[in-house]
């Protein structure tokens, strides 16, 4: 068995995903917008694409998730979190890639782009324009292009990077 697996979230799951966004995420993005264990529970129940990372090795610790929603036949990611251990220490970061979860169709974000290509969709990621790792991950393991910036979008001021994964359809149009 691979030492990383992703699953569907629970209920159970909720106290953990409440510390990322309020302890473990605290002065970025994902922490602008709290949710509260009923607004948890609404999204583990409704959006069709919500996976949690579970380190094997651990006691099944849930280390991140990512949470996306579906639009027509494309993935919109709503949020992408890795705990700072599993970010920053390099044993852990080496085992998140390609060998630790056993495969490529097991990692993360690619479910989330094979998700999308068997609807005839795409992946559409927004992402903090200064989260220089996120957007490295797009670009080279993922094949992401930029598609645009929106300027002053965070209540903080930072701009919003728009990064599309191109999986058969045509880029989506200005809006």
């Not at 529970?41 to 579906?70: M, P, R, T």
């Not at 080496?94 to 495969?103: S, V």
């Not at 290509?117 to 559409?124: A, D, Q």
């Not at 990621?125 to 220089?132: H, L, R, T």
Request: aromatic residues 14%.
């Amino acid at each position: 068995m691979a030492r990383y697996s992703l699953r569907n979230p629970t209920y159970e799951d909720i106290p953990r995903l409440q510390h990322f966004e309020q302890v473990e995420g605290a002065g970025t993005e994902i922490s602008m917008y709290l949710k509260s264990e009923d607004e948890w529970k609404h999204v583990i129940d409704s959006y069709e694409y919500f996976k949690v990372c579970v380190d094997n090795e651990e006691n099944d610790l849930v280390w991140g998730y990512i949470l996306a929603a579906q639009i027509e036949n494309s993935l919109w990611i709503r949020e992408i979190f890795f705990c700072k251990e599993y970010r920053d220490d390099p044993e852990k970061r080496k085992n998140i890639k390609l060998k630790g979860f056993g495969g490529l169709d097991n990692l993360p974000l690619y479910g989330a782009v094979k998700y999308a290509r068997e609807r005839g969709g795409m992946v559409i990621a927004p992402i903090a324009s200064d989260n220089v790792r996120a957007i490295s991950a797009m670009l080279g393991a993922y094949g992401f292009k930029h598609d645009r910036t929106i300027n002053n979008w965070f209540p903080n001021g930072k701009h919003l990077a728009i990064y599309i994964e191109n999986t058969g359809t045509e880029p989506y149009q200005d809006v």
